[in-house]
């Protein structure tokens, strides 16, 4: 498992820690995700899940987190600021990559709390995932997507993805499913590994530690 999917992913400004079982972590997740948690209705608005109603909650979500990791089918990671930038050592979010081994795809996800908005962490974020995508595990596409009205997400995903070379798919017709029982279309994008290799991207400056 750990010559998959490294343990932490450095950037210049994010440490990211792959999550596995952990009760500190289910707890210090909680804190976040729980119903009444600071701007979690704002947090979660454009996400799947629902907010959590017990610490318990986190705990089987995390476990199939690492079960997922273990199975190799993909890999979840708290986002930090690291050292200088404010909020050091703060879960700021989390990021996912899921993969489709037949098809050679991954799919990236992310969730970031409110006081982390604005700072340019889904884009870093995402470049490093990207890296560890094709220059890693030598993927040939990832996808990625948001609802179509998430403004932010748009701005933020055709940000990154232009500048990795990748282009927007279009509008899906309902998509995706959420835990509340309604159903989605979403806006999807793509980034090929020839793209991302033509437009710099395994330039970036990311550092995996196993």
Not at 16 to 35: F, G, K, P, S, V
Not at 168 to 194: L, M, W
Request: charged share 35%.
């Amino acid at each position: 498992m750990t010559d998959l999917f490294p343990e932490t992913v450095l950037t210049d400004r994010l440490r990211l820690e792959r999550i596995d079982t952990d009760d500190a972590d289910a707890l210090d997740l909680y804190e976040h995700w729980r119903e009444g948690a600071p701007n979690v209705e704002a947090t979660t608005e454009y996400v799947t899940w629902e907010p959590y109603d017990h610490p318990h909650g986190v705990a089987e979500t995390l476990s199939r987190t690492a079960e997922r990791t273990e199975n190799r089918e993909g890999a979840t990671y708290l986002l930090r600021p690291r050292e200088g930038d404010p909020g050091a050592g703060e879960i700021a979010g989390t990021t996912g990559l899921f993969m489709d081994w037949d098809c050679r795809v991954g799919g990236l996800g992310v969730w970031i709390r409110k006081p982390f908005w604005g700072r340019g962490y889904s884009g870093e974020r995402a470049d490093a995932v990207l890296k560890l995508a094709f220059d890693r595990l030598d993927l040939e596409l990832v996808r990625v997507s948001h609802l179509p009205e998430n403004e932010n997400s748009e701005r933020a995903i055709t940000k990154y993805v232009e500048r990795h070379g990748g282009r927007r798919a279009g509008r899906f017709r309902n998509r995706v499913d959420f835990q509340n029982g309604t159903i989605h279309d979403t806006v999807e994008y793509s980034v090929s590994q020839a793209e991302w290799r033509e437009a710099d991207g395994a330039e970036a400056e990311v550092e995996f530690r196993d």
